[in-house]
C-alpha cells in the first residue's frame, strides 16, 4: 500500500529502495506498431549472482519470459562478469491476442507470437542504454537493425543463426549489428585496412582529490574522488586500455620490431594453425614468421606492449585457455568474430601490465586518465569489473554514522 507515484523511478524508489532507484539509468522506449515497450537498467556495477532484482510487466501485470531475460542478458554481455546478473525494470504494452498467457499453470511466463522481434527489440533497448552512459561512440554505428543470435540455453528461436528481420517501427536510437561469422571477418578486414583510426572520445579526466593514488596488494590502485573512494583492478584497467588501443588503431597501428626475435617450437600441427594465423596477428601488431623446422618466431609487437612471454601467448592461442564465445560480436558499433576478438583481447592480457607488479605514481596516473577515454570503461575483455566504488555515505553507515 503505497502513496501514488509521479514517475516508475519513484515507484521503483518506494518499493526498492534509494540504492536501486539512484543506479538506474534513464528511461529507454520502443514504440512499435503493436506493441510498446519501456525499460529501466541499472548500472553494471549493481550486477549480483543471485537476489537479482529482475522485473518484467505485460499491460500492468508481472510476467517471467525466457525470451525477454535473455535478451538483457545478451545485451549486458561485456559490461559484466558473465555469472553476475543485470538489474533492469521492463514494462511491455501490446495487443492480449498477440500473446499466449497458458504457458504456466499460475499464468507467470509467457509465450510471444513474434518472439523474434521482442527479442531484438529488449536487446536493442538494454544495449542503448549501456551505450549512451558508458561512453560508447554512436559515431561508428550504422543505421542497420541487430541480427544477433541469443543465448541457447534459455532461449532459440527458429532460425537461430542468419535471422531476416526488417522493421518500419520508429526506433530511437542508432542500432548494431552482427551477422554471419564470414561477413564478421569481411566488415572487419575493411575496418582494420581503412587508413582511418577511431578517435577516442575525449571526456573529463577523472580529479585524484586530497590525496595521491596508492596501490593495495599490489593489484588495486586507490585514490579520492568526490566524496567517493575509487578501487581499480590494475590488470583489468590496463588490459581494456591496451585491447581498445589495438582494436581503434585501425590500419596504422604502431609496432616495434624486437632487438632479438623470440623463437617457440611447436608441434608441427601447433606450427601450422599459428601461421595460418599470421596474417590475423599482423592485423593487429603481431608479427609471426616462420623459422624453419618445428620453430616459428615473434618479430614485432604493439608498440605499447612493454613485454610479451612469447611460449604462454603462442600457447594459450594454440589451447584457447580463455573463453570468450559468450561475449556479443559487436564491440562499440565495430562487427567483431569471435576468432579477432579473442586474438585482441589475449594480445591485450598478455601485454598489459599485471596483478602483484608495483606501479610508481606516474603509471598509477596514467591509467586513472585513460579509463575515462575508453568506450567501455566499465569491465575487462573478459568481462570482470574494471573499478569498484566506495560511497563515502557506505562508509558512515559502516561506522555508524548515519542509520
Known amino acids: 500500500r503505497l502513496p501514488s507515484a509521479n514517475s516508475i523511478k519513484d515507484r521503483i524508489f518506494d518499493i526498492y529502495g534509494k540504492n536501486t532507484a539512484e543506479s538506474l539509468f534513464e528511461e529507454v522506449h520502443f514504440d512499435g506498431k503493436s506493441y510498446q515497450i519501456t525499460g529501466l537498467f541499472c548500472k553494471p556495477e549493481l550486477a549480483k549472482k543471485v537476489s537479482t532484482i529482475q522485473y518484467i510487466s505485460m499491460n500492468g501485470r508481472s510476467i517471467s519470459s525466457k525470451v525477454i531475460s535473455a535478451a538483457v542478458s545478451q545485451a549486458f554481455q561485456g559490461f ?57 561512440n554512436n559515431e561508428i554505428k550504422r543505421e542497420e537493425e541487430i541480427v544477433s543470435e541469443p543465448i541457447r540455453e534459455n532461449y532459440t528461436p527458429v532460425g537461430s543463426r542468419g535471422f531476416s528481420y526488417s522493421t518500419k517501427e520508429k526506433i530511437s536510437y542508432s542500432s548494431t549489428t552482427s551477422k554471419s561469422t564470414v561477413n564478421d571477418v569481411m566488415n572487419f578486414s575493411q575496418f582494420v585496412t581503412s587508413g582511418t583510426p577511431t578517435e577516442y572520445k575525449t571526456s573529463e579526466v577523472e580529479e585524484v582529490q586530497n590525496f595521491k593514488p596508492f596501490q593495495v596488494l599490489s593489484t588495486y590502485i586507490v585514490f579520492e574522488s568526490d566524496s567517493r573512494v575509487v578501487f581499480i583492478d590494475q590488470h583489468a584497467a590496463a588490459e581494456k586500455i591496451l585491447f581498445e588501443k589495438i582494436l581503434f588503431s585501425s590500419n596504422n597501428i604502431k609496432t616495434k620490431p624486437l632487438l632479438v626475435p623470440e623463437v617457440v617450437e611447436l608441434r608441427a600441427e601447433e606450427k601450422e594453425l599459428i601461421l595460418h594465423r599470421a596474417e590475423d596477428l599482423k592485423k593487429i601488431g603481431i608479427g609471426v614468421e616462420d623459422f624453419g623446422g618445428k620453430d616459428i618466431q615473434i618479430t614485432e609487437v604493439p608498440e ?14 594454440i589451447h584457447n585457455e580463455d573463453d570468450f564465445s559468450s561475449l556479443a560480436h559487436d564491440y562499440a558499433g565495430v562487427s567483431l568474430p569471435t ?39 566499465q569491465s575487462c575483455p573478459h568481462g570482470r569489473p574494471i573499478r569498484w566504488i566506495l560511497n563515502k555515505s557506505d562508509i558512515e553507515k559502516n561506522f555508524k554514522r548515519i542509520v
Not at 495487443?95 to 511466463?109: A, I
Not at 536487446?123 to 551505450?131: D, G, H, I, M, N
Not at 605499447?304 to 592461442?317: C, G, S, V
Open 339 to 377: 576468432e579477432l576478438y579473442y586474438l585482441v583481447a589475449l594480445t591485450a592480457c598478455h601485454g598489459s601490465i599485471r596483478a602483484g607488479q608495483k606501479l610508481n605514481e606516474a603509471e598509477m596516473l596514467q591509467i586513472i586518465n585513460d579509463l575515462p577515454k575508453l568506450k567501455n570503461p
Open 304 to 317: 605499447d606492449i612493454e613485454h610479451l612471454n612469447a611460449r604462454n601467448y603462442i600457447d594459450a592461442i
Open 80 to 136: 559484466i562478469h558473465k555469472e553476475l546478473k543485470p538489474h533492469y525494470f521492463i514494462f511491455i504494452h501490446m495487443d492480449p491476442s498477440m500473446v499466449d498467457v497458458n504457458v504456466h499453470p499460475r499464468k507467470l511466463e509467457v509465450r510471444f507470437e513474434n518472439q523474434d522481434e521482442i527479442f531484438r527489440s529488449v536487446f536493442k533497448l538494454a544495449r542503448s542504454a549501456l551505450e549512451n552512459n558508458t561512453k560508447l
